[in-house]
């Protein structure tokens, strides 16, 4: 069994910076790699933010410049760091991960249970 755990979201005015946390544990071999996800009202879930095993990031045009994925892979973490927050990544944050969780065995995934971040003056 594996869980993630969220924590960070909240309320900020724009121009402001929330930084996300998403904290795996259980049984866990490996990680392939991590990501950040969000779903606004109303639209398709989208892939924010990724980071591989390798340490390669991918982000979303939208969050160039602005938002940064890391980890800690001691602690089997994953960071998102918002700065310049604007009205429009208002969003429920939910992050991934492809854990492998026995030598051998194939790679799931995982979800956290969703953050809301307003982003509102």
């Known amino acids: 069994q594996v869980q993630l755990v969220e924590s960070g979201g909240g309320l900020v005015q724009p121009g402001g910076s929330l930084r996300l946390s998403c904290a795996a544990s259980g049984s866990i071999f490996s990680i392939a790699h991590m990501g950040w996800y969000r779903q606004a009202p109303e639209k398709e879930r989208e892939l924010v933010a990724v980071i591989t095993s390798a340490g390669t990031t991918n982000y979303v045009d939208s969050v160039k410049g602005r938002f940064t994925i890391s980890t800690d892979n001691a602690k089997n973490t994953v960071y998102l760091q918002m700065n310049s927050l604007k009205s429009e990544d208002t969003a429920v944050y939910s992050c991934?991960?492809?854990?492998?969780?026995?030598?051998?065995?194939?790679?799931?995934?995982?979800w956290g249970q969703g953050t809301q971040v307003t982003v509102s003056s």
């Open positions: 991934n991960m492809k854990i492998q969780q026995f030598r051998g065995f194939p790679t799931r995934d995982a």
